[in-house]
Every structure is written in C-alpha cells, then in structure tokens.
C-alpha cells in the first residue's frame, strides 16, 4: 500500500502527529489538516525526515467548506485521496453543569462533526472510483462515559453510531470503499497542555497511558487492513469495553468513585494554562508542541493486546503448547 496519498485531521499534533509520522515511514505522500501553523509546518518537516512528501492544508474541521476545500485541494496537487484519517478533536474537562453551551456546542462542531465533514469530503471522491479508505480514531469513550468529559464522551459516541450506520449503507451498496474505527485507550498527547479545564489540579489521561506511536500504529494497520470493522488498542480499552458491555451499572459506580481523581495528577492546575478550544495554541508564541505530552516517564511504547492482535496464530501456539505442558505433567503425578 506504500506511496498512497494519506490525509489526516488534527495532525499538527498528538496521535496526528504520530500517524503522519508513521505513513511517511512507508514513503506515502501524507496531506496534514489542522489549524496551528506553526505545528503543521513542524510536522510536514517529520514527513519529509521519514520519507514521505508533506502537504500543509490549514483549516478548521468545523467548517465544511475549508474541509472541501482542502480535500480539492489534495487531489489537485496530490492526485487521488486513498486514505482519509479523521483524528481532529476538541474538548474540555469539567463537570457537565460548568460547561458553557458554547462550548459544548464547539467540541460537539470539531469532534463529531469534523469527522461529519471529512467523511464527506471523502466519500465525495471515493463513491466515483469505487475505492478508498476513511479511518476514524475513536475511543474507549466512543461507548463508554466518563466524569468530566461529557461533551468529549458525547461526540465520541456520535462519530461510532454515525459510522456504524454508514458502514450499514455502503455495505448495503456493495461499495468497496471501506470505513473502520479504531478505539484508542489513554495517550500521552500535548491536549493536556492546551485542553481547556475547570479542574482544581492538573489534567492527565486515565492510566496506564500509551504512546501516540502505540496509536498511530494501529491506525496504519487499520489503513491496510480496512475490512476490519473495529481495532480495540491496549488492554485498558478491551477491559473497557467489555466492562461496559457486561456490567455498565457497575462500572457507573465504579467510575463516580474513581474517575475524578484519577483523571487529574498532584500539582495544582495553572490557572493560565492556554485553551485551543477556539484558536490553536501554537500560533501564539510559534510554538510546536509535537506528538508527545508530559507523561512520558509513565507512558507505554508498546501495547501487549496488540501484538497479540497481530499474531493470532502464534498465540494459540502458545496457548495450546502450555496447555499441553500442563496436561503432560498432570499425566506424569
């Protein structure tokens, strides 16, 4: 699939980031949307450092036209959009009652409907030639809620019921243009440097963290491997899951007691933290703030559930010859 034309939202940085980073590596030519200049021309300097050739296309995935704009754009220069990566995301952390209308109204318009949109723009393209892939990075929090971040959690759960019911029509089609989802755990991004927040103490990501690359990984499979409705990544997010779907009471409890503590650390928040809910924080002070937050003493490289994810066969290998062991030296008392 090497030398594809790859767009990706929200790829100045974060799990972007990462993915423009890891699309390079394989020598694609990698469109990057987002809003702060200053982290897209950063990033479109790591695809050209991993091989790749960049494309800056600045623009708010909020607004539909620059969305379709940008995606005529890329095919008039680039050619043909293969892989569409919709990664673009707002948010801020607060109880739901100290949360303006406003300001839901603005991570609801980037989170969900910015996928609304790119989806769009794409199927635009890809419906006529019959071919093409559109991956939405999603969340644990894509099925299951959590305190403080409604407005996050919300739109979350809006981009899963919304792709389920294109997946559905483009089935229904026999279209071969493909749409997967990829449910990320907790990652070590810079949002927690510019997310907005209402907290008393620093905001950080649910532990164990992982790394972008751990994400971006993984939506690069799923690029390859689209026929795969859904990828679950790290074991935090399949128990997540899977806590959900077999006891959703119990985890409600479970989160009321635990989920406001553990999603802030020990140091006070800064009261002058930067906010990119309404403009991006890189373009104030020309900073790039890269793929990687402030955690990555605590953050994990890789994640276990998907190298087992990836080699099926050898891990019933495994399984079955330790069965066996078992069985042999039950046999032998």
């Not at 680039?78 to 303006?100: E, K, L, M, Q």
């Not at 751990?214 to 689209?226: C, G």
């Not at 890269?290 to 050898?314: K, M, V, Y």
């Amino acid at each position: 699939m090497a030398g594809k034309v790859v767009v990706i939202t929200g790829a100045s940085g974060g799990v972007g980031r990462a993915a423009a980073r890891e699309f390079a590596a394989r020598g694609d030519r990698v469109a990057l949307i987002a809003r702060g200049q200053s982290g897209l021309d950063s990033a479109a300097a790591d695809v050209r450092a991993a091989g790749g050739q960049p494309m800056v296309v600045p623009a708010d995935v909020a607004d539909d036209a620059a969305v379709e704009a940008a995606a005529e754009r890329v095919e008039r220069e680039f050619g043909r959009i293969d892989v569409w990566v919709n990664d673009a995301f707002a948010g801020v952390f607060a109880p739901f009652t100290a949360i303006t209308p406003a300001e839901f109204r603005r991570v609801t318009e980037v989170t969900y409907l910015g996928y609304v949109h790119g989806t769009r723009a794409a199927l635009k393209r890809m419906l006529l030639r019959d071919a093409g892939v559109i991956v939405q990075v999603g969340s644990a929090l894509a099925y299951r809620g959590i305190p403080l971040q409604s407005a996050y959690c919300g739109a979350k759960h809006a981009i899963q019921g919304f792709n389920e019911s294109l997946r559905c029509e483009l089935l229904h089609a026999k279209s071969n243009v493909r749409v997967t989802m990829v449910q990320l755990p907790a990652t070590n991004t810079p949002q927690f440097d510019w997310v907005l927040s209402r907290l008393p103490r620093r905001a950080q990501p649910v532990p164990p963290i992982y790394q972008p690359e751990v994400a971006a990984r993984a939506i690069v499979r799923a690029a390859e491997h689209p026929r795969r409705r859904e990828r679950w990544v790290g074991m935090s997010t399949v128990a997540t899951l899977l806590g959900d779907k077999f006891a959703p009471g119990l985890l409600d409890h479970y989160l009321a007691r635990t989920g406001f503590s553990a999603q802030q650390t020990g140091k006070s928040r800064d009261a002058g933290q930067p906010v990119n809910l309404w403009e991006p924080v890189d373009d104030r002070k020309g900073t790039d703030h890269g793929a990687h937050g402030d955690f990555d003493e605590t953050a994990h490289s890789h994640s276990t559930q998907q190298w087992i994810a990836r080699h099926p066969g050898l891990t019933a290998g495994a399984v079955l010859a330790v069965a066996a062991g078992v069985a042999g030296v039950i046999r032998s008392r």
